[in-house]
């Protein structure tokens, strides 16, 4: 938030110097800038720690599922040759 | 070389050419650094680091939105300078603390000659201008700044805000009108 406030001192003005604005004229930089915000990541979204941990839980789950509905077929199986006998 | 070729080129084609190839828009950058960049160190009271990273971020945002641009007869640099305001404005309000900003006498008394106050500007009248200001809406203070602070011509401000002269003559006045019946 900005507020004003009186200066009395009308010597004191605001205008930057030559040497100021040189210091801070870099096109390099600024397309350099640029670029890293525009650049796509070249890293695999695989390899990101965050994005494997989560991909692994899901690939765990997944297991856990399978294995449980596998297991309860073949209890099924097992029930249903019982049962014929 | 490429910079003496491209001499003889307009403004206008200058930005049809940055829209395609950046080092056209170096050339853009360095017609325009330093109208920016003193606007800016205005606009902040004469804060040099912040200045320039503002200025910075005016040129990264222009480059990224060069290709929505459109050329309607007014200069380059006025399209920066309304970016760089925005900047500005943001800058401001992610500050948590209050950012001073400096007024001198001699910009207060042009803006009293406007409000027709009484020849003799006295302290407490000055401060109550202040107050005035401070509490006036963003967009409306914007105006008053560029108008009586930072010296700008109603052209140029019609420019920046790309409506007519006469438009940005009476949103100034409309303002003065305002700040006349609180004062």
Redesign the interface.
Known sequence: ??????????A?????TPE??K?????S???H??GR??KRSKKRLYQDPKFFLLLFIIGIVLLLIFLESSEEEENQNIEAIENTH | MFRKSSQHLTEEELVKRAKSD?AYF?LL??QN??KV??FV??RL??N?EI??EL??IT??KA??ALGKYEHRGFAFSSWLIRIAQNEINMY??S?K??????????Q?NQLSIELETAQEFTMGQ??KL?DL??NLPPDKLDLIELRFFNGLSFKEIAEIYQITEANAKMKVYRIIEKLKEQA
């Open positions: 938030m900005r507020k004003f406030r009186l200066n009395k001192n009308s004191d003005t605001k205008e930057p100021q604005m210091r801070y004229k870099d096109f930089t600024l397309n800038q640029y915000l525009t | 950046v170096e950058y360095d650094f330093d960049y003193r160190f205005k009271s004469g040099e200045s320039g200025t910075q040129f990264i480059l990224g401001f309000r500050l603390k209050k950012y001073h900003v400096d007024i001198h006498e001699n207060l000055q401060e202040i200001l401070n």
